[in-house]
Each structure stands twice: as structure tokens, then as C-alpha cells.
């Protein structure tokens, strides 16, 4: 059974930093490209990074270009979402997601994690 668990959510002052992690189970991250998605209330779920399976390749949202970095431990089977100088409007359920081709779609077919919270107070 495929698991994608995340960690590390919570509330934290703009300006602040918080670190993802998604824990993968049942499947091994070194064969797919891992995603981090968010989804704020009212608002479509959208692709925040990507990186490839080697970690070589990596892609960001403008919104948070210079302030996010995304990586990989996949002798761990993990992936992370550095994630600094926050703001407001980077609150948002944050998901894990592996998919076998490089697409930003959200309707490709992938695992899913069940998302961990970021609220960033202003």
C-alpha cells in the first residue's frame, strides 16, 4: 500500500520559515518525480514544486521563486520543502504528491498524501 505522509505544518509569523516533509511508504521516491502542491480555501489546488528523480531538476511557482526549495533524500525515501521568508498568502493545506512523468498537472494520475496545514499570521 502506497503512503505519502507530510509533517512539519503549523503557524508561524510572516517573515518565518517552516520545513515540509513527506514520508514515502510502499513505493520507492527514487523512481518518481516528486511534487508539493497547495491548496488555500475557495482557491484551485496548485503546483508549488517539482523535482526530478535524481534531484538534478527542480522548478518553482513565481510566487515563490528565491524563497522555497524543494529536495530529496531518496536513500531515505523522503522529500522536503524548505520554505522561507513566508507570507500571509502562503497559507495553505500543503500535499505530497509522486507521479512517473515530469507534468505539473493536478489531474495526472499520482499518489497523494493527505496534506499538512500552513498558516502564516501577519
Known amino acids: 500500500q502506497v503512503q505519502l505522509v507530510e509533517s512539519g505544518g503549523g503557524v508561524v509569523q510572516a517573515g518565518g520559515s517552516l520545513r515540509l516533509a513527506c514520508a514515502a511508504s510502499?513505493?520507492?521516491?527514487?523512481?518518481?518525480?516528486m511534487r508539493w502542491f497547495r491548496q488555500a480555501p475557495g482557491k484551485e489546488r496548485e503546483l508549488v514544486a517539482i523535482?526530478?528523480?535524481?534531484?538534478?531538476?527542480?522548478s518553482y511557482a513565481d510566487s515563490v521563486e528565491d524563497r522555497f526549495d524543494i529536495s530529496r533524500d531518496n536513500a531515505k525515501n523522503m522529500v522536503y520543502l524548505e520554505m522561507d521568508s513566508l507570507e500571509p498568502q502562503d497559507t495553505a493545506v500543503y500535499y505530497c504528491?509522486?507521479?512517473?512523468?515530469?507534468?505539473?498537472?493536478?489531474?495526472?494520475?499520482?499518489?497523494w498524501g493527505q496534506g499538512t496545514q500552513v498558516t502564516v499570521s501577519s
Open positions: 504528491s509522486a507521479v512517473d512523468t515530469w507534468t505539473t498537472s493536478v489531474s495526472a494520475g499520482a499518489y
Open positions: 510502499g513505493l520507492s521516491v527514487t523512481k518518481y518525480i
Open positions: 523535482i526530478n528523480e535524481n534531484g538534478a531538476l527542480k
